[in-house]
């Protein structure tokens, strides 16, 4: 956005403050100022010259020599416009002179022969517009000789600004007034909007009705009657070209002046066209068709908020106004729009719609709901001066619900902790009053502030927002600088150096990587975990953060698939999102977890002559998670495995997990869930939580002597109820054990009816050894036995071969 400083000073005293400093200073305050263009400099040896006379040039039929006075001296100048004529003020380059649009330096040279010692320049030559169709003609009582710059009121410096979008408090000069005065500790003046009343009364010329006040919780209008329209006044529509904006004519460009003004956007309608005189703000019907002012016909959805009069659609809120209702030479009667619109409808509706406009742009970020009365009454006196137009009495102003006014405690340590350093309470005091806010209370008592939050400040919402405000204004440069800070650090392990860990194993062991988006659609989402809604997704299916790395691999997958790519063998790294409750309360109920999924699909080998081609399986993907797991977490032998039939994803599937850390959890994923992404083949998953592999530490290489003793294997096998797991079974073996116990392993499990319907047998092998001595088939014998008889009465089984 381009900010003039000469529109500035209208609203604050910067007498002894240089453009370099205003520049520094905004940029420190967190307004980067991208370029600074001196107009002055820019138009060095640019002067108002007069075209005594022309004639056509002897040896070119489209160019013509003309004399032109340039204050002190009548230079012979080739002009090739053909718009150029004896009597005209023109804008003329002399020799030495820069060309704005192209950086060409003038110089004396021959054209055809003849000599030209200068340049007449089109609008487009001095980059104040686009207009390059002849040489810009100037008015009449300018002087010949006087400097461009200074003729045109363009004698200043323009600065490039970038706001960031939680600052659309900025986009304007007032706003950029406001930071200024707190900077510099200078009051800024407010634009006065008292204005004479000599028209009929409001209600009887025009009527608001608002149907969605979601959408639109503020609509204000003003009308203006018997307005002449034509061209602006020359200093309306060089404060205009100076921020880059094209004059149309006195009506328009009162709107576009008061939007950079105080950054409200307003739109004018030509009330005679509005059916019934009356404005109705609600939602367009699905598949309705618009023209807007650009003349497009422009298809609409029924999320889309409409401006309609008694009979049909006048403008898009918020966006652009339509064609059956634009001010043109013949209107006489206006009525000014100044609303309040939900910015995250504008923002969807400008994206459908692919039309981004200067109103749409500070509506979608946040327009200053207590200004819209203010802006309207601005623009209805601007109308009454320029247009002549008489302002009806009274001003509409439907405003349903008004907005609470913020409040925010601030307590003064608070202030001093967070930065390190203390600011005196009467600075405080008025950096944030220039700021535009109210000190509400003072409790000395309590040594903490009230302040009222202002309207246009929507990024302001807790204590700590007040303080940044502090801190920026007040200067970071004045933080203190420390030699040496000593501060007591916990260890805890690299999550990061982790990851990267996981990611080159499981390139090791043949997976390729993928990388998919963290959004994804809520029904998908729902079937991990309580997803977290976005509040402005890009569009319907990235509506939710993903709660699983599954689905977007599932995508991956089908993808591959429609390209002819069956076999595949993935993995990727990622954050996932969950939600405990039914609304985001704060950030303490939204749970972050760093997640490895693995994925197999397809044929792990192809058929050959010597082989039969050989599919993927569970229990290949059950070697790839315990291959993972056992080199990289301490202790995998006491992890706790556990196998379950079927859950919302997965049929048969199992979850491995330590010390009560969930670590893994996969298996085959479900038909149903894979034939919504069109997948007709078996897809198996593994998803690792790598913040609790991490925690448990990183098993590094050791060296373990040889056995040098004798092993000793029991082999035993119990009928056990269906209901009861394995797992369980040799965790307890392992509790029950004295010490000589060292493995434990299920090698068997068999079911049949001669057992029983909720029977089945599990086989287990023992190992006993010990790594200094040989052990004794006596001791053995005992502390096998004593194992036995204890899981036959912990588990109600009986020992198979008795």
């Known amino acids: 956005m381009k900010i003039s400083l000469n529109w500035l000073k209208d609203h604050i005293n910067l007498d002894g403050i240089t453009a370099e400093q205003i520049a520094h200073e905004l940029n420190m305050a967190g307004i980067e100022v991208e370029d600074m263009t001196d107009y002055s400099e820019k138009f060095r040896n640019f002067v108002v010259g007069y075209v005594e006379e022309t004639e056509k040039h002897p040896n070119a039929d489209k160019l013509t020599v003309c004399r032109v006075n340039t204050g002190g001296e009548v230079s012979q100048i080739i002009c090739g416009a053909p718009n150029v004529a004896a009597g005209q003020k023109v804008p003329v380059a002399l020799p030495g002179a820069v060309v704005p649009s192209n950086g060409m330096e003038i110089k004396q040279a021959k054209l055809r022969g003849v000599v030209s010692n200068g340049m007449i320049c089109s609008e487009a030559e001095l980059d104040i517009s686009k207009d390059h169709s002849g040489i810009l003609v100037l008015p009449d009582h300018y002087e010949a000789g006087k400097p461009l710059a200074e003729a045109m009121g363009i004698n200043d410096i323009v600065f490039e600004v970038s706001i960031t979008p939680n600052r659309p408090d900025a986009l304007s000069h007032i706003g950029i007034a406001r930071e200024l005065g707190a900077i510099f500790g200078r009051e800024i003046c407010m634009p006065l909007t008292d204005h004479e009343v000599s028209g009929a009364a409001i209600n009887t010329v025009a009527s608001v009705e608002i149907e969605d006040a979601v959408n639109c919780p503020r609509y204000s209008a003003l009308a203006v009657l018997g307005c002449e329209v034509k061209d602006s006044p020359d200093w309306l529509k060089m404060r205009l070209k100076a921020v880059g904006l094209r004059p149309i004519n006195n009506i328009v460009d009162i709107t576009n002046y008061v939007l950079y003004e105080l950054g409200q956007p307003l739109h004018a309608f030509d009330l005679d066209t509005l059916e019934g005189s009356k404005i109705i703000v609600k939602k367009a019907a699905a598949g309705e068709e618009f023209v807007t002012l650009d003349s497009q016909k422009r298809k609409l959805n029924s999320d889309i908020l409409m401006i309609c009069d008694g009979a049909k659609p006048v403008a898009v809120a918020g966006i652009m106004g339509g064609e059956n209702s634009e001010v043109t030479s013949s209107t006489k009667n206006i009525l000014i729009e100044s609303a309040f619109f939900n910015p995250s409808n504008i923002r969807k509706s400008a994206r459908f719609l692919g039309l981004n406009t200067d109103a749409s742009y500070r509506f979608e970020r946040g327009a200053d709901y207590g200004n819209t009365v203010n802006a309207a009454k601005l623009a209805a006196k601007m109308m009454a001066e320029l247009a002549g137009g008489k302002i009806a009495d009274g ?38 009053k220039r700021l535009g806010m109210t000190i509400e209370s003072d409790d000395s008592a309590a040594g903490e502030w009230k302040i009222g939050v202002p309207s246009c400040r929507h990024d302001i919402e807790r204590e700590i927002d007040l303080i940044e405000e502090l801190a ?230 050791r060296f373990r002597q040889l056995l040098k003793y004798p092993k000793i294997v029991r082999d035993c096998a119990f009928v056990v109820d269906k209901a009861v797991k394995y797992s369980d079974i040799e965790n307890f073996i392992f509790k029950q054990s004295a010490g000589l116990l060292k493995k434990v392993e299920l090698f068997d499990i068999y079911e049949s009816e001669s057992l029983g319907s909720d029977k089945r047998s599990l086989a287990f092998s023992l190992e006993y050894y010990d790594y200094n001595r040989t052990l004794t088939e006596e001791e053995t014998e005992k502390e096998f036995f004593g194992i036995i008889e204890k899981v036959k009465k912990e588990f109600n089984a009986v020992l198979r071969g008795n």
């Open 395 to 432: 001003i509409i102003d439907v405003y349903p619900k008004p907005f609470e006014k913020r409040i925010i405690t601030l307590r003064k340590s608070r202030i001093t902790r967070i930065l390190g350093y203390h600011i005196p309470d009467e600075t405080a005091e008025g950096i944030l």
């Open 472 to 701: 920026r204004i007040y200067s970071y440069d004045r933080i203190p600088e420390f030699d040496s800070i000593t501060i007591k650090l916990n260890s805890r392990p690299d999550e990061q150096a982790f990851t990267d860990l996981m990611r080159k194993e499981a390139i090791s062991l043949g997976f390729n990587e993928i990388l998919t988006n963290s959004f994804i659609p809520s029904e998908t989402a729902a079937l991990f975990d309580e997803p977290v809604k976005v509040m402005n997704p890009l569009t319907s299916d990235m509506d939710v953060l993903r709660t699983s790395l599954i689905p977007g691999a599932l995508a991956v997958i089908r993808n591959n698939m429609n390209t002819g790519t069956r076999d595949l063998q993935l993995f990727e790294t990622g954050t996932v999102f969950s939600m405990s409750g039914d609304e985001i309360k704060s950030f303490e109920n939204i749970s972050e977890r760093e997640k490895l999924l693995i994925v197999l699909t397809g044929s792990k080998t192809g058929k050959t002559w010597y082989s039969e081609e050989k599919k993927f399986g569970f229990y290949d993907l059950k070697g790839y998670a315990d291959t993972i797991l056992s080199k990289k977490v301490l202790d995998y032998s006491l992890n706790d495995f556990y196998y379950a039939t079927s859950n919302n994803i997965f049929d048969i599937n199992f979850t491995i997990s330590i010390k009560n850390k969930l670590l893994c959890r996969g298996g085959k994923v479900k038909e149903e869930v894979a034939a919504i992404y069109g997948i007709e083949q078996d897809v198996f998953c593994a998803e690792f939580d790598l913040a609790n592999m991490c925690e448990l530490g990183n098993s590094a290489s």
